[in-house]
């Protein structure tokens, strides 16, 4: 997949995130992940620039739960 590539399709998403295709599917038909349909198919392809944003948004989202859910180590060891 190049790396100049304005869209990249579902199984390129899948690729950058290390999950499968169908949960990238999961995600873009939830409105998770913005994407946009093209060609008479119906192919789904999802923007660069978006997929970077929708990893952003994950990690802030990661941070606020660390926050609010501090790790206690276990007493008993």
Same mark, same amino acid.
């Given at each position: ?24 599917? /999961?995600?873009?038909?939830?409105? $998770?992940? %913005? ?5 008479? =198919? ?5 923007e660069r620039s ?8 994950q990690y802030r989202? /990661?941070?606020?739960?660390?926050? $609010?859910? %501090? ?5 008993? =060891?």
């Amino acid at each position: 997949m190049p790396e100049t590539s304005r869209f990249l399709t579902l199984a390129d998403v899948a690729e950058v995130l290390n999950t499968s295709s169908a949960q990238v599917y /999961a995600l873009v038909r939830r409105g $998770e992940l %913005p994407a946009i349909k093209i060609g008479g =198919r119906g192919q789904w392809r999802v923007e660069r620039s978006r997929l970077e944003d929708y990893i952003a948004e994950q990690y802030r989202q /990661a941070e606020q739960y660390v926050a $609010e859910h %501090p790790f206690v180590e276990s007493e008993e =060891r």
